[in-house]
């Protein structure tokens, strides 16, 4: 089955911690993405990625930070210094940034701090 | 700075109505636009994209239309089911990095 897989579905952090959220995609995607999303808002790009070992800062990217070794791979850590983390997690893909950006989304990571 | 708007912020309609659900767009130039469907605790899923080139793009009982010069894209949905029922959400592309900017969503319900 193609497509993508974050993990864990539920996350809790204590606070002070670092939590590493999964994001993995089959789909031979260049292009990767996280987002956040808060109840009654939009969903908000934290960081992107068009290529390996490349990534750029999105809107809210403070407190996060991610790494890009493998095409396949985009984990996004949460840091102690991101204030208020507790927020649903959002990883997506698309062919390329350029011509194909059709996005597909993973199904997300609950994080909660305890 | 672009914005996305999607009013109302909820639709109660009977099983079997045709609606319509807006999206508006405060600059007008958009690489592309796309429509997602997100179930209650789950991801988004993508219903159509359409390009900035393009009027509207079908697929199925689903059929989302966009006028760029105005600012706004709608979604069509015939026939209306209770598994309609979810969240909509519109996000415009405007080519920067890919980079979509979202809608706050429409949360659909449809009653048997």
């Known amino acids: 089955d193609g497509g993508i897989t974050q993990s864990p579905k539920y996350l809790f952090r204590k606070e002070g911690q670092n939590v590493t959220l999964s994001c993995e995609q089959n789909?031979?995607?260049?292009?990767m993405y996280w987002y956040r999303q808060d109840p009654g808002q939009g969903l908000r790009l934290i960081y992107y990625?068009?290529?390996?070992?490349?990534?750029q800062k999105g809107d809210i990217a403070e407190g996060y930070s991610v790494s890009r070794e493998k095409k396949e791979s985009f984990p996004l850590t949460v840091t102690s210094a991101q204030k208020n983390p507790t927020a649903f997690y959002l990883c997506?893909?698309?062919?390329?940034?350029?011509?194909?950006?059709?996005?597909?989304f993973g199904q997300g990571t609950r994080l909660t701090v305890v | 700075k672009q914005e996305v708007t999607q009013i109302p912020a909820a639709l109660s309609v009977p099983e079997g109505e045709n609606l319509v659900l807006n999206c508006s767009f405060t600059?007008?130039?958009?690489?592309?636009l796309q429509w997602f469907r997100q179930d209650p605790g789950k991801g988004l899923t993508s219903l159509l994209l359409?390009?900035?080139?393009?009027r509207e793009q079908t697929s199925g009982r689903l059929n989302a239309s966009l006028d760029k010069s105005s600012g706004r894209s709608t979604l069509y949905i015939a026939a209306s089911q209770p598994g309609d029922s979810a969240t909509y959400l519109c996000?415009?592309?405007?080519?920067?990095?890919?980079?979509?900017?979202f809608g706050k969503g429409i949360t659909l319900s449809v009653r048997p």
């Open positions: 359409i390009q900035s080139s393009q």
């Open positions: 789909l031979n995607h260049d292009a």
């Open positions: 990625s068009q290529i390996v070992n490349d990534f």
């Open positions: 996000a415009v592309n405007t080519g920067a990095n890919s980079k979509l900017t």
């Open positions: 997506a893909s698309s062919i390329d940034h350029v011509l194909n950006t059709e996005a597909f």
């Open positions: 600059d007008s130039a958009i690489y592309n």
